[in-house]
């Protein structure tokens, strides 16, 4: 996550890159993954804490490029563990998660999962994400913030 403790909450920054695909991204965020009608993964959407009922993702690197998922099943995919230090909950057993791994495999569909031309699967930022990181990233290059 990146952020930094402010006075009134957390600061957004961003660790700046002469290239903006190697910047890092801003804020608090959530990642959500979307599945199709058949149960499928679809893709992965980035987007900040706040933010609910995204439609609309971009890729993070070719940013003219966008994926609806309107109608699409809607999953967190993180959830926390620890707190203070502290584990909140049960953990799963190593059975449990290797488990996991292996049901979770047969979600992505065939052409993600070939070893010649793999299609990529699809990751997006959300419009807010993308806006600021946008946004600082020009503010650093301007000399406005602190390149960190």
């Known amino acids: 996550m990146c952020t930094n ?27 959500v993954r979307y599945y199709d009608t058949m149960g499928q993964f679809d893709s992965d959407g980035i987007m900040m804490e706040t933010e609910d009922d995204v439609e609309i993702f971009y890729d993070p690197i070719h940013t003219e490029q966008q994926h609806h998922v309107g109608g699409l099943t ?18 799963p057993s190593a059975t449990e998660s290797a488990r996991y791994c ?23 930022l959300s419009p807010s994400l993308m806006r600021l990181r946008t946004f600082l990233f020009e503010q650093m290059q301007k000399g406005s913030l602190a390149k960190k």
């Open 5 to 31: 403790k402010a006075s009134l909450g957390y600061q957004p920054t961003l660790k700046y890159a002469e290239s903006y695909a190697k910047t890092t991204l801003p804020g608090r965020k959530k990642v």
């Open 102 to 124: 292996i049901t979770t495999i047969f979600c992505f569909i065939g052409e993600c999962k070939r070893f010649e031309n793999p299609q990529r699967y699809k990751v997006g």
């Open 74 to 91: 809607a999953r967190p995919l993180m959830q926390k563990v620890m707190e203070d230090g502290h584990i909140i909950g049960p953990l």
